[in-house]
Protein backbone atom coordinates (compact mmCIF):
# COMPACT_ATOMS: atom_id res chain seq x y z
CA UNK A 1 0.00 0.00 0.00
CA UNK A 2 1.26 3.21 -0.92
CA UNK A 3 0.83 7.01 0.31
CA UNK A 4 -0.43 7.78 -3.55
CA UNK A 5 -2.96 4.48 -3.51
CA UNK A 6 -4.24 5.93 0.13
CA UNK A 7 -4.77 9.71 -1.27
CA UNK A 8 -6.72 8.26 -4.37
CA UNK A 9 -8.88 6.00 -2.23
CA UNK A 10 -9.58 9.18 0.40
CA UNK A 11 -10.40 11.55 -2.65
CA UNK A 12 -12.38 8.78 -4.36
CA UNK A 13 -14.66 8.24 -1.43
CA UNK A 14 -15.33 12.43 -0.58
CA UNK A 15 -15.94 12.67 -4.94
CA UNK A 16 -17.85 9.66 -4.88
CA UNK A 17 -16.07 8.88 -8.70
CA UNK A 18 -13.53 8.27 -10.50
CA UNK A 19 -13.58 11.07 -12.94
CA UNK A 20 -14.42 13.45 -9.96
CA UNK A 21 -11.52 12.60 -7.55
CA UNK A 22 -9.12 12.44 -11.08
CA UNK A 23 -10.32 15.71 -12.02
CA UNK A 24 -9.73 17.49 -8.08
CA UNK A 25 -6.28 15.34 -8.08
CA UNK A 26 -4.87 16.52 -11.70
CA UNK A 27 -4.83 12.82 -12.72
CA UNK A 28 -6.54 10.66 -15.44
CA UNK A 29 -9.38 8.74 -14.51
CA UNK A 30 -7.30 5.59 -15.55
CA UNK A 31 -4.61 6.46 -13.10
CA UNK A 32 -6.74 6.75 -10.26
CA UNK A 33 -8.55 3.52 -11.52
CA UNK A 34 -5.44 1.75 -11.40
CA UNK A 35 -4.07 3.58 -7.59
CA UNK A 36 -7.58 1.88 -6.34
CA UNK A 37 -6.96 -1.92 -7.88
CA UNK A 38 -3.65 -1.64 -6.62
CA UNK A 39 -5.09 -0.98 -3.39
CA UNK A 40 -7.50 -3.71 -3.53
CA UNK A 41 -4.80 -6.42 -4.82
CA UNK A 42 -2.52 -4.80 -2.01
CA UNK A 43 -5.10 -5.27 1.24
CA UNK A 44 -6.87 -8.26 -1.13
CA UNK A 45 -10.23 -6.49 -0.30
CA UNK A 46 -12.69 -5.07 -2.65
CA UNK A 47 -13.23 -1.81 -1.59
CA UNK A 48 -15.87 -0.28 -3.69
CA UNK A 49 -18.81 -1.08 -5.61
CA UNK A 50 -20.61 0.14 -8.65
CA UNK A 51 -23.85 2.30 -7.14
CA UNK A 52 -25.26 3.40 -10.99
CA UNK A 53 -22.67 6.11 -12.00
CA UNK A 54 -21.62 6.41 -8.55
CA UNK A 55 -19.43 4.12 -6.37
CA UNK A 56 -20.30 2.52 -3.27
CA UNK A 57 -17.87 1.66 -0.17
CA UNK A 58 -18.33 -2.19 0.45
CA UNK A 59 -18.20 -2.97 4.32
CA UNK A 60 -14.28 -3.50 3.97
CA UNK A 61 -14.01 -0.13 2.17
CA UNK A 62 -16.14 1.59 5.42
CA UNK A 63 -13.97 0.48 8.25
CA UNK A 64 -10.56 0.68 6.03
CA UNK A 65 -11.65 4.85 5.43
CA UNK A 66 -12.46 5.27 9.01
CA UNK A 67 -8.77 4.42 10.13
CA UNK A 68 -6.44 5.63 6.85
CA UNK A 69 -7.94 8.92 7.01
CA UNK A 70 -7.09 9.59 10.18
CA UNK A 71 -3.79 8.18 9.71
CA UNK A 72 -3.21 9.95 6.67
CA UNK A 73 -3.62 12.76 8.41
CA UNK A 74 -0.85 11.40 10.74
CA UNK A 75 1.41 10.96 8.15
CA UNK A 76 1.04 14.07 6.67
CA UNK A 77 1.50 16.07 10.18
CA UNK A 78 4.88 13.66 10.82
CA UNK A 79 6.08 14.49 7.23
CA UNK A 80 5.37 18.77 7.91
CA UNK A 81 7.45 18.27 11.52
CA UNK A 82 10.42 16.17 9.66
CA UNK A 83 10.53 18.88 7.39
CA UNK A 84 10.42 21.58 9.85
CA UNK A 85 13.23 19.44 11.72
CA UNK A 86 15.16 19.64 8.78
CA UNK A 87 14.90 23.37 8.13
CA UNK A 88 13.02 23.02 5.30
CA UNK A 89 10.69 25.29 3.87
CA UNK A 90 6.83 24.65 4.30
CA UNK A 91 4.16 26.53 3.33
CA UNK A 92 1.60 27.29 0.28
CA UNK A 93 3.17 28.10 -3.04
CA UNK A 94 0.14 30.82 -4.90
CA UNK A 95 0.58 30.96 -8.63
CA UNK A 96 -1.16 33.50 -10.76
CA UNK A 97 -0.90 35.70 -14.46
CA UNK A 98 0.26 39.34 -13.52
CA UNK A 99 -1.57 41.46 -15.81
CA UNK A 100 -0.96 40.65 -19.48
CA UNK A 101 2.28 39.00 -19.25
CA UNK A 102 2.84 35.28 -19.74
CA UNK A 103 2.73 32.83 -16.46
CA UNK A 104 6.50 31.93 -17.56
CA UNK A 105 7.83 35.57 -17.38
CA UNK A 106 6.14 36.26 -14.16
CA UNK A 107 7.18 34.31 -11.78
CA UNK A 108 10.81 35.04 -13.24
CA UNK A 109 9.52 38.69 -12.30
CA UNK A 110 8.63 37.33 -8.70
CA UNK A 111 11.51 35.04 -8.55
CA UNK A 112 13.63 37.59 -9.02
CA UNK A 113 12.49 40.28 -7.20
CA UNK A 114 12.18 37.99 -3.93
CA UNK A 115 16.03 36.64 -4.12
Known amino acids: MTHEQVKC ?3 VVECGSL ?7 FLTTSS ?3 RIAALE ?9 KN ?3 LALTKAGEVIFEEIKLIDEQIE ?11 GQEGVLK ?14 LLYQKNC
Open 95 to 108: LGIFGNQEVGQGMV
Open 9 to 11: FIK
Open 77 to 87: QLIKRARKAEG
Open 52 to 54: GSK
Open 32 to 34: VSR
Open 19 to 25: SKAAEEM
Open 41 to 49: KDLNLKLFV
